[in-house]
């Protein structure tokens, strides 16, 4: 049977298309340079406002996480992790990651992210702020992310939401590199199916920041009531979202013997390390 489609569906689907590829050809082709980026967008009016909502929502899941290894994957320039009561804090970095801050009981170190220096089954909890949209193979830092988790370690992310209005701005100004728009953002089903094939359940997702993004500190302030207007009437809408899984355990895999808190983390191939407080060699 031959269905001929009218000017206006065809119009249609040409719309639909080009979206498509425009939303597909915005993503950072130099990762390290992007990160560094968007490392200095947070120093602004509107990275320090989001940076705030994001704080609050990532501060109250942290804190019902227990374990006794903790690792944040990327720039370590974040106050949740002192909500943690994980007594063993990791922020693992690479080159282009700077202003790193003291936080109280955290050990700073490098390493790839495609090969994580972290050994298989160790780590109970992995944090993943705003590091999917700027690396160049996201699978590949989600597989080795489920390859350190233990069963029924928690995994939680933080990513900008491509619908909505950081979306919107995205798709008219991606094209100038500039963060944090250089970034691929991801929705958060796509995301979820990702976990699912790698074996996990999403636990909770949370919708933050509905002010428009735009670069006024002003505007923030008298915007701020639109929190709470967003998060009751248009919660998907958020300008960004936070995403705790939980990895589910495999019926094939054998019960290990011995005390669980005789676990021990061995870490192969660190570039480079710092176990004081906060300090990270220059």
Not at 103 to 122: F, H, K, M, Q, T
Not at 250 to 277: D, E, F, Q
Request: charged share 25%; aromatic share 8%.
């Amino acid at each position: 049977m031959r269905v001929n489609l009218s000017l206006s569906d065809r119009g249609c689907e040409t719309t639909l298309y080009t979206m498509k590829r425009l939303l597909q050809a915005y993503h950072c082709s130099d990762s390290e340079q992007a990160r560094r980026a968007l490392s200095q967008w947070c120093t602004t009016p509107l990275g320090q406002a989001v940076l705030e909502r994001e704080e609050a929502v990532m501060r109250g899941a942290i804190s019902r996480l227990f374990g006794y290894h903790l690792l944040q994957i990327g720039e370590g320039r974040r106050g949740f992790l002192e909500a943690s009561r994980i007594s063993h804090r990791m922020v693992m970095v690479d080159e282009c990651d700077c202003g790193l801050r003291d936080v109280e009981g955290v050990e700073y170190l490098r390493g790839d992210s495609a090969n994580l220096p972290i050994a298989s089954d160790s780590i109970d909890v992995v944090v993943l702020p705003h590091r999917l949209e700027y690396e160049s193979d996201p699978h590949q830092l989600l597989r080795e992310v489920d390859r350190v988790l233990i069963p029924e370690g928690h995994l939680l992310i933080s990513c900008f939401n491509p619908l909505s209005q950081f979306g919107l701005r995205r798709l008219l100004q991606g094209w100038r590199g500039d963060a944090p728009w250089s970034g691929h953002f991801f929705t958060p089903m796509r995301i979820k199916d990702w976990l699912s094939l790698l074996g996990f359940d999403t636990v909770q997702l949370q919708y933050y920041f509905y002010r428009p993004p735009v670069q006024h500190q002003a505007a923030m302030l008298r915007l701020e009531r639109m929190e709470g207007w967003g998060g009751r009437f248009c919660s998907p809408l958020g300008g960004a979202y936070v995403l705790l899984a939980k990895k589910r355990v495999s019926t094939l895999t054998p019960i290990r013997t011995g005390w669980r808190n005789s676990r021990k983390l061995v870490t192969i191939g660190v570039t480079g390390t710092s176990a004081g407080r906060g300090k990270h060699e220059q």
